[in-house]
């Protein structure tokens, strides 16, 4: 079975950090691209960052630069995201996701995995 994996959400104060792990399973790792979303209630679910596992191209949203940091354990099939400098702003539930082209898209996504909360705290 496919399955994608997100742990690591928690309560922090604003300033803070934490670190996301999406560990998969049941698919080709080095084929894909693995990406996070974040959603909070009432808005659509945005594409943060995505690294392509095959040549290790990263991306990220301008809101996000400079303090997150997208990498992953291809021994492991997991993929972290290190946030840093949170924000209150940066609350919601994230997922993370694999699709084959490195896309933030939501529709674009093959396999998701459940959601993890983060709640950054002013």
């Known amino acids: 079975d496919v399955q994608l994996q997100a742990s690591g959400g928690g309560l922090v104060q604003a300033g803070g950090f934490l670190r996301l792990s999406c560990t998969a399973s049941?698919?080709?790792?080095?084929?894909?691209?693995i990406g996070w979303f974040r959603q909070v209630p009432g808005k659509e679910r945005e594409g943060i960052s995505s690294?392509?596992?095959?040549?290790?191209?990263?991306y990220y949203i301008d809101s996000v630069k400079g303090r997150f940091t997208i990498s992953s354990d291809n021994a492991k099939n997991t993929v972290y995201l290190q946030m840093n400098s949170l924000k209150p702003e940066d609350t919601a539930v994230y997922y993370c996701?694999?699709?084959?082209?490195?896309?933030?898209?939501?529709?674009?996504?093959?396999?998701w995995g459940q959601g993890t909360l983060v709640t950054v705290s002013s």
């Open positions: 996701a694999a699709d084959k082209y490195g896309s933030t898209r939501s529709g674009d996504q093959d396999h």
């Open positions: 049941g698919f080709n790792f080095d084929e894909y691209a």
């Open positions: 690294i392509t596992i095959g040549d290790g191209t990263k």
